[in-house]
């Protein structure tokens, strides 16, 4: 099963890789840019796996530059484990 197939899987997952890269130096900044970085990969290249994924899909599309940016930055802040 790929991560992408469970919501909670896919959390979980980008929570492990935030804490990897905050464990390896990665400032917040950067960490947001990487996470629009991924965004924009997964609205162009990845088919939505569930409910939720579609949900960001659609918000993606409907968005701007600064609120996909924004969408991002919250993901961001869903998946730290602090």
Not at 38 to 49: C, D, T
Request: charged share 35%.
């Amino acid at each position: 099963m790929s991560v992408l197939d469970n919501w909670d899987h896919w959390k979980e997952f980008l929570g492990d890789r935030l804490d990897q890269a905050k464990n390896e130096g990665m400032n917040d900044g950067l960490v947001s840019d990487v996470a629009y970085q991924v965004g924009e990969y997964l609205a162009e290249q990845v088919e939505p796996k569930n409910e939720q994924e579609r949900v960001l899909a659609e918000l993606w599309r409907v968005a701007d530059e600064k609120e996909q940016h924004a969408i991002a930055t919250m993901m961001v802040k869903l998946v730290d484990h602090k």
